[in-house]
């Protein structure tokens, strides 16, 4: 009985050690063999993986496919090959010489150029992690797209998601033919926008530049209007628009200088302006806070042109030489006026608004326009992201870059020159500011104008008492020292450019 018992007991025993140990895989075999096992463990321990594991979908298996032609040769996926990339590694730098001994930068200088690194200073690990670097599509990676943007990019960008994840962190240079395979809209909206900026600055450039060169021919006409004694000040501009222009130069230069500090970050003139704005951040937060009120700014401005527009006699209010709306004599008068510059003819006489008046206007116009949109998507890429796809920040980007290099070389170059560095205008021209004019000079150049006042008996209407001397000097001080500024901005900007160049190379 005895024997039976014991043998009854060890038969339990066993059975039971078999099953306790049989139910369980051999730990250690799985953890010393498989890399993508620890990797898991890793990020069971930072509480990364349960909220977002998502298991990938294969269509073809990395896996030999046996054709059903059984005498033909066996044909390998096209995705097995890409086991062995970098890309999909646990550590991507497996076996790489000399690895430990140098820097990130040093083998990926590309991958150095992103604006994280240029403006925030942030590091490669802070957004790659710790060794092992996986490479970016190794499934288990922190930087796999899948979960990228809850491991990775939310850990500085609260309420990041996918699409915002899909923001081209290592852009590639937007000039490139090989952009245009790799991110096509890219590629072409940069160059679509840098068409528009040469186009503009090719036809207002050489036209500024000759036209200041044919002010110094003799003009026999000036100089007797010159020793006229008999002075009139005509109003040009009514206070509001006097305001409206004091407002938009002032936001307008503003918005020039932070735009600059952040674009030019990384070099020493960036670090120099970021300082006079009180660091990166504040420069960024007047940027922001400045843009939204320029466009406030534009919607009382259309209220404005509302409230102005005569609405019973709407075609004709509409398109009289009052508006500024463009009108067919424009081109008619912009031909003359670009024979007269190069010798062929006589100077067109202009009206109330001229033809690059009011091409500066509808320049502002639709600078602020495209500069509001890409500036309200880009003021937070997180909540834009949630209604586009976030590689679109990248070209939105793009756009408000060239578009705002544009606004600033056209009213830093052309609209200074024409306002105030013309020979008959030289060094200031007060009229914006006064909102006055001179009847004399008025006659030079607007003679349309004041022949037709003349004629429809308003002129008299128009006759105002000049400014107190102390204004002009208040004006004329404070109007040098916004050119003198802008000049600043416009000359280091171009001297900068290069090294802005070379960074993002
Ligand atoms: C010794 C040179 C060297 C150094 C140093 C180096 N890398 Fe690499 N890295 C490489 C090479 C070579 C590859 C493989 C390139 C490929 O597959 O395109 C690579 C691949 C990668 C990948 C995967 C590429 C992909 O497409 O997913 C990442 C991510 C990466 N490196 C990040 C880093 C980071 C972060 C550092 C600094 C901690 C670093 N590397 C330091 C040479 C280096
Ligand atoms: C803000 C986060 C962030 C920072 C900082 C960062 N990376 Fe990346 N990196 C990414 C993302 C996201 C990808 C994946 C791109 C993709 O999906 O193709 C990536 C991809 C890469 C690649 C693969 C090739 C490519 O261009 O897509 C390399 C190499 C790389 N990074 C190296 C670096 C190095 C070197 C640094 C430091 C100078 C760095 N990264 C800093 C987010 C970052
Ligand atoms: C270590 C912190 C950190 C991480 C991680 C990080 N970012 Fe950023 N990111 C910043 C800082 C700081 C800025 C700069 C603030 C600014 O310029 O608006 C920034 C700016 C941005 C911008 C705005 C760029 C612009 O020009 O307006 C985008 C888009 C962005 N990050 C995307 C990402 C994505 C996508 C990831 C994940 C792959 C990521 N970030 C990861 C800190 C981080």
Same mark, same amino acid.
């Given at each position: 009985?005895?024997?039976?018992?014991?043998?009854?007991?060890?038969?339990?025993?066993?059975?039971?050690?078999?099953?306790?140990?049989?139910?369980? $895989? !051999?730990?250690?075999?799985?953890?010393?063999?498989?890399?993508?096992?620890?990797?898991?463990?890793?990020?069971?321990?930072?509480?990364?993986?349960?909220?977002?594991?998502?298991?990938p979908?294969i269509s073809h298996p990395p896996t030999a496919r046996? $054709? %059903?032609?059984?005498?033909?040769?066996?044909?390998i996926s096209?995705r097995a090959?890409?086991?062995?990339?970098?890309?999909?590694?646990?550590?991507?730098?497996?076996?790489?010489?000399?690895?430990?001994?140098?820097?990130? #930068?040093? /083998?990926?200088?590309?991958?150095?150029?992103?604006?994280?690194?240029?403006?925030?200073?942030?590091?490669?690990?802070?957004?790659?992690?710790?060794?092992?670097?996986?490479?970016?599509?190794? @499934?288990?990676?922190?930087?796999?797209?899948?979960?990228?943007?809850?491991?990775?990019?939310?850990? /500085?960008?609260?309420?990041?998601?996918?699409?915002?994840?899909?923001?081209?962190?290592?852009?590639?240079? *937007?000039?490139?033919?090989?952009?245009?395979?790799?991110?096509?809209?890219?590629? @072409?909206? =940069?160059?679509?926008?840098?068409?528009?900026?040469?186009?503009? +600055?090719?036809?207002?450039?050489?036209?500024?530049?000759?036209?200041? %060169?044919?002010?110094?021919?003799?003009?026999?006409?000036?100089?007797?209007?010159?020793?006229?004694?008999?002075?009139?000040?005509?109003?040009? &501009?009514?206070?509001?628009?006097?305001?409206?222009?004091?407002?938009?130069?002032?936001?307008?230069?503003?918005?020039?200088?932070?735009?600059?500090?952040?674009?030019?970050?990384?070099?020493?003139?960036? @670090? =120099?302006?970021?300082?006079?704005?009180?660091? @990166?951040?504040?420069?960024? +937060?007047?940027?922001?806070?400045?843009?939204?009120?320029?466009?406030?700014?534009?919607? &009382?401005?259309?209220?404005?042109?509302?409230?102005?527009?005569?609405?019973?006699?709407? *075609?004709?209010?509409?398109?009289? $030489?009052?508006?500024?709306?463009?009108?067919?004599?424009?081109?008619?008068?912009?031909?003359?006026?670009?024979?007269?510059?190069?010798?062929?003819?006589?100077?067109?006489? &202009?009206?109330?608004?001229?033809?690059?008046?009011?091409?500066?206007?509808?320049?502002?116009?639709?600078? %602020?326009?495209?500069?509001?949109?890409?500036?309200?998507?880009?003021?937070?890429?997180?909540?834009? !992201?949630?209604?586009?796809?976030?590689?679109?920040?990248?070209?939105?980007?793009?756009?408000?870059?060239?578009?705002?290099?544009?606004?600033?070389?056209?009213? +830093?170059?052309?609209?200074? =020159?024409?306002?105030?560095?013309?020979?008959?205008?030289?060094?200031?021209?007060?009229?914006? =500011?006064?909102?006055?004019?001179?009847?004399?000079?008025?006659?030079?150049?607007?003679?349309?104008?004041?022949?037709?006042?003349?004629?429809?008996?308003?002129? *008299?209407?128009?006759?105002?008492?000049?400014?107190?001397?102390?204004?002009?000097?208040?004006?004329?001080?404070?109007?040098?020292?916004?050119?003198?500024?802008?000049?600043?901005?416009? #000359?280091?900007?171009?001297?900068?450019?290069?090294?802005?160049?070379?960074?993002?190379?």
């Amino acid at each position: 009985m005895m024997g039976v018992s014991i043998k009854y007991k060890s038969v339990v025993t066993g059975f039971v050690l078999l099953i306790l140990f049989a139910s369980y $895989p !051999s730990q250690a075999h799985k953890d010393v063999t498989s890399e993508i096992y620890r990797y898991q463990q890793q990020e069971v321990i930072n509480r990364q993986s349960a909220a977002h594991e998502v298991k990938p979908i294969i269509s073809h298996p990395p896996t030999a496919r046996v $054709p %059903i032609d059984r005498n033909k040769l066996i044909e390998i996926s096209h995705r097995a090959d890409k086991i062995q990339h970098r890309r999909y590694m646990t550590d991507s730098h497996l076996e790489l010489r000399f690895y430990q001994f140098r820097s990130c #930068i040093d /083998c990926h200088p590309r991958q150095a150029n992103n604006l994280h690194r240029v403006r925030s200073k942030i590091t490669c690990r802070q957004c790659h992690g710790e060794e092992p670097i996986a490479g970016t599509r190794h @499934y288990y990676s922190s930087m796999h797209p899948i979960r990228r943007f809850a491991v990775v990019c939310a850990k /500085c960008h609260k309420g990041a998601n996918a699409s915002f994840a899909a923001y081209v962190v290592h852009e590639p240079n *937007p000039a490139l033919k090989t952009t245009q395979k790799n991110f096509p809209l890219l590629f @072409y909206v =940069f160059w679509a926008m840098a068409a528009i900026a040469t186009g503009t +600055f090719a036809i207002f450039l050489p036209h500024t530049i000759l036209w200041g %060169i044919r002010e110094f021919w003799p003009n026999k006409k000036i100089i007797k209007n010159e020793t006229c004694t008999k002075r009139k000040q005509i109003k040009r &501009f009514t206070a509001s628009q006097r305001v409206f222009h004091l407002v938009l130069m002032l936001s307008f230069v503003t918005q020039a200088g932070t735009g600059l500090s952040r674009m030019y970050a990384g070099t020493d003139w960036g @670090y =120099f302006l970021i300082f006079l704005f009180g660091g @990166y951040t504040r420069a960024l +937060f007047i940027h922001k806070i400045v843009g939204i009120f320029m466009l406030a700014a534009l919607a &009382f401005h259309l209220v404005y042109i509302l409230k102005k527009v005569n609405l019973k006699n709407l *075609p004709n209010s509409l398109y009289g $030489p009052d508006s500024l709306l463009p009108r067919i004599e424009d081109a008619s008068q912009a031909v003359r006026h670009a024979a007269w510059i190069v010798g062929l003819g006589k100077c067109p006489k &202009f009206d109330r608004w001229t033809y690059w008046e009011k091409f500066d206007y509808w320049a502002v116009f639709w600078g %602020i326009n495209i500069l509001g949109i890409t500036g309200l998507i880009l003021y937070s890429p997180v909540f834009s !992201s949630r209604f586009i796809p976030g590689w679109t920040i990248n070209v939105f980007l793009w756009i408000h870059r060239i578009e705002a290099v544009l606004a600033m070389g056209h009213v +830093f170059i052309i609209h200074f =020159f024409i306002g105030h560095l013309r020979r008959h205008h030289f060094p200031m021209d007060l009229t914006m =500011f006064e909102g006055s004019i001179d009847i004399q000079k008025l006659q030079h150049e607007r003679s349309s104008w004041v022949d037709r006042l003349e004629a429809n008996g308003m002129l *008299p209407g128009l006759i105002v008492k000049r400014t107190s001397v102390f204004w002009r000097r208040f004006y004329y001080l404070f109007g040098s020292i916004v050119l003198v500024l802008c000049l600043y901005l416009l #000359i280091n900007g171009i001297l900068n450019a290069e090294e802005l160049i070379r960074i993002f190379k």
